[in-house]
T-cell receptor
Framework: KQEVTQIPAALSVPEGENLVLNCSFT??????LQWFRQDPGKGLTSLLLIQSSQREQTSGRLNASLDKSSGRSTLYIAASQPGDSATYLCASIKAAGNKLTFGGGTRVLVKP | DTGVSQDPRHKITKRGQNVTFRCDPI?????LYWYRQTLGQGPEFLTY????????KSRLLSDRFSAERPKGSFSTLEIQRTEQGDSAMYLC?????????FGPGTRLTVT
């Protein structure tokens, strides 16, 4: 059974600092890995999807890497802004069309 | 593209009552998923449909829970005889195949 872990559970940084968010998973036989952002009381917004054949994906200030052999993915957010304050969730999927298995999330606070 | 919509956004009910939630997926998406999220936790999978067929159900989905997707369009999730432990955010997502797109969720509070 796949287990996804995100450590730390919470993170506070000053504005302008780069953010590094970690995600680890126990079963390396994943199809892809998806990163989401969630604002308090809201649904999930997809940030990046990395297919198992890829090593990284980039979108603007966001970069996500995937190392299947070590069971790790990392989300980098460059030059953080107060608007980046949210909970970030990673989720793996075992096969196309299947369910997502989520980590517990990392709650990020970017202080002005 | 209107995105995934869910109704209602908030529901307060008394223990023992039945509640029903609705999810309207993105129109061309044939896959629809339900997840449940409690405070401070990541979402947990409940069930999913491909078109009108319910393909998988989690053990979290007790016999008080039922989900339908008639004609492969919108979906409903019903909880019978609600318990305080059912208080959570219920999230719906739809997908054409790879990436899942989430709705705003329905917040259920059982008093």
């Amino acid at each position: 059974k796949q287990e996804v872990t995100q450590i730390p559970a919470a993170l506070s940084v000053p504005e302008g600092e780069n953010l590094v968010l970690n995600c680890s998973f126990t079963d390396s036989a994943i199809y892809n890995l998806q990163w989401f952002r969630q604002d308090p009381g809201k649904g999930l917004t997809s940030l990046l999807l990395i297919q198992s054949s890829q090593r990284e994906q980039t979108s603007g200030r966001l970069n996500a890497s995937l190392d299947k052999s070590s069971g790790r993915s990392t989300l980098y957010i460059a030059a953080s802004q107060p608007g980046d304050s949210a909970t970030y969730l990673c989720a793996s999927i075992k096969a196309a069309g299947n369910k997502l298995t989520f980590g517990g999330g990392t709650r990020v606070l970017v202080k002005p | 593209d209107t995105g995934v919509s869910q109704d209602p956004r908030h529901k307060i009910t008394k223990r023992g009552q039945n509640v029903t939630f609705r999810c309207d997926p993105i129109s061309e998406h044939n896959r629809l998923y339900w997840y449940r999220q409690t405070l401070g936790q990541g979402p947990e999978f409940l069930t999913y449909f491909q078109n009108e067929a319910q393909l998988e159900k989690s053990r979290l989905l007790s016999d008080r829970f039922s989900a339908e997707r008639p004609k492969g369009s919108f979906s409903t999730l019903e909880i019978q005889r609600t318990e305080q432990g059912d208080s959570a955010m219920y999230l719906c997502a739809s997908s054409p195949l790879y990436e899942q797109y989430f709705g705003p969720g329905t917040r259920l509070t059982v008093t």
